[in-house]
T-cell receptor
Framework: QQPVQSPQAVILREGEDAVINCSSS?????VHWYRQKHGEAPVFLMI?????EQKGHDKISASFNEKKQQSSLYLTASQLSYSGTYFC??????????FGTGTSLTVIP | KAGVTQTPRYLIKTRGQQVTLSCSPI?????VSWYQQTPGQGLQFLFE???????NKGNFPGRFSGRQFSNSRSEMNVSTLELGDSALYLC?????????????FGPGTRLTVT
């Protein structure tokens, strides 16, 4: 079951904040966040595990609501380098890994 | 450490042919996963190998298969190619269980089926 992300696309000015949401219909073991720039491979940002453990970059923050099977990625004080497509990835009890529908983020000067 | 490498980077095949793609994970990584990326379907999971055993498989037809060798290198094979198989195929490696650990992606193999 592919998780659904919202919004599908967002345009920000440098310094503005954004929130990207990821929602699954299945109970989740973990949620992963990746960013992919055009023509490049996805790059790891963060993992949020059931039970509250998080691993990732210091400048990235995210939340994981286990009861609602939802996660949000918070991008603050955006920089031009934040532009790209953000994907959440979810792992449920069946150990299947599903990437979300993607959110295109564009930061303009 | 060297990153994940994939060969070849680009490939053009005709319908009905078969193709083999190769992935070398980061040294010491035992988990290798394969993904298909297309504009219409996004990133879709194909399968995961851990210590030469297939641990998980996505919803792809049997024409898609893979294997992992004792040195953790992995190959993916697609037989009887169809036009819809045109995609970017990404390989990712993880040091341990990819449920709890980050995946490192290779640059991908761009497959075009004509």
């Amino acid at each position: 079951q592919q998780p659904v992300q919202s919004p599908q696309a967002v345009i920000l000015r440098e310094g503005e904040d954004a929130v990207i949401n990821c929602s699954s219909s299945k109970a989740l073991y973990s949620v992963h966040w990746y960013r992919q720039k055009h023509g490049e491979a996805p790059v790891f940002l963060m993992i949020l595990l059931k039970g509250g453990e998080q691993k990732g970059h210091d400048k990235i923050s995210a939340s994981f609501n286990e009861k609602k099977q939802q996660s949000s990625l918070y991008l603050t004080a955006s920089q031009l380098s934040y532009s790209g497509t953000y994907f959440c990835g979810t792992v449920s009890s069946g150990n299947q890994f599903y990437f979300g529908t993607g959110t295109s983020l564009t930061v303009i000067p | 450490k060297a990153g994940v490498t994939q060969t070849p980077r680009y490939l053009i095949k005709t319908r009905g042919q078969q193709v083999t793609l190769s992935c070398s994970p980061i040294s010491g990584h035992r988990s290798v996963s394969w993904y298909q990326q297309t504009p219409g379907q996004g990133l879709q999971f194909l399968f995961e190998y851990f210590s030469e055993t297939q641990r998980n498989k996505g919803n792809f037809p049997g024409r898609f298969s893979g294997r992992q060798f004792s040195n953790s290198r992995s190959e993916m094979n697609v037989s009887t190619l169809e036009l819809g198989d045109s995609a970017l195929y990404l390989c990712a490696s993880s040091s341990h269980d990819r449920r709890s650990y980050e995946q490192y992606f290779g640059p991908g193999t761009r497959l075009t089926v004509t």
